[in-house]
């Protein structure tokens, strides 16, 4: 078993890039799961899955941390796709047009894709701008099951004004081309994106989730998102919630990258025993 190359359909026909992983634990005809005690094949019950969404100008692979990441996720019986946001890696369409309702129309995709192969129990994970994209997601569909955020931005329109280095005014052509750099390189958006955020209050989304738990895990040394957007998403959100500071880690969690596998790994265990 592993990955295996899928195409999603998004709500404007182009198509998405994605690689599902399955879980280790399913038994061709059906088989208990050790430790889990469910049951998985035909005519039985699905594994949990994971939708992982990339960050801002990354890809579904995250440079193979994803994919590791999944293959430690199949072992524990949980099946994990990712997949590319429209304009990213393999995926159609033009980056530079990104907004947050488009990714957030790409995961309604994604979602609606992983519910007709039969996949009921859905768990969000999404990082950095990913994040703030699940959140928005998960705010609407009370049936994804939970979520967690790696580093999420909970001030995307204060953030990305600074990496522009002005305040963007909101009343220009959508399509003007604006130049972000946040310090790994420089990279353009159109002013759409400016115009799009300024609809979204992701701390309101994220008190939205309750009851559905939500685990937020943020560096403490985040060089991009600060952590003061963690605390703030935390202080909003509603029961049950966790907030993971990780000691010394950056926006990429580069040298605590097993660390912060343990903490997502450990939250999802007593949700789905």
């Keep these: 078993m592993g990955w ?26 059906g088989g208990a799961v050790p430790g889990r005690g469910a049951v998985f094949g035909k005519n039985a019950l699905m594994p949990p899955l994971v939708i992982v969404c990339h960050g801002f100008t ?34 159609e369409g033009i980056w530079e047009e990104i907004t947050l309702t488009r990714q957030v129309e790409d995961l309604g995709s994604a979602v609606d894709w992983a519910r007709a192969k039969g996949y009921r129990r859905i768990i969000l994970n999404g990082r950095s701008f990913g994040g703030a994209t699940v959140l928005a997601y998960a705010a609407s569909d009370r049936q994804i099951d939970s979520v967690c955020t790696w580093a999420a931005v909970a001030r995307p329109l204060q953030l990305f004004s600074g990496f522009a280095g002005k305040e963007i005014g909101l009343s220009g052509p959508p399509g003007e081309r604006i130049a972000l750099n946040d310090g790994s390189g420089l990279v353009y958006v159109q002013r759409r994106l400016f115009q799009d955020l300024q609809h979204y209050d992701l701390p309101a989304c994220a008190a939205r989730i309750a009851p559905r738990p939500l685990l937020l895990i ?14 703030l998403l935390y202080e909003a959100a509603g029961e049950p919630k966790e907030l993971a500071l990780v000691r010394d880690a950056d926006h990429r969690f580069t040298h605590h990258r097993e660390q912060v596998w343990d903490v997502f790994f450990n939250w999802l265990q007593p949700l789905f025993p």
């Design 218 to 231: 943020h560096g403490s040394a985040d060089e991009v998102v600060p952590v003061s957007d963690a605390q």
């Design 58 to 91: 990354g890809s579904k692979e995250g440079g193979g941390g994803a994919l590791e990441m999944g293959d430690q996720l199949a072992a524990r019986g949980y099946a994990t796709l990712l997949f590319d946001f429209t304009g990213c890696g393999e995926s």
């Design 4 to 29: 295996r190359k899928e195409m999603i359909v998004n709500r404007n026909g182009l198509k998405l890039a994605a690689l599902l992983r399955e879980a280790e634990a399913a038994v061709k005809g």
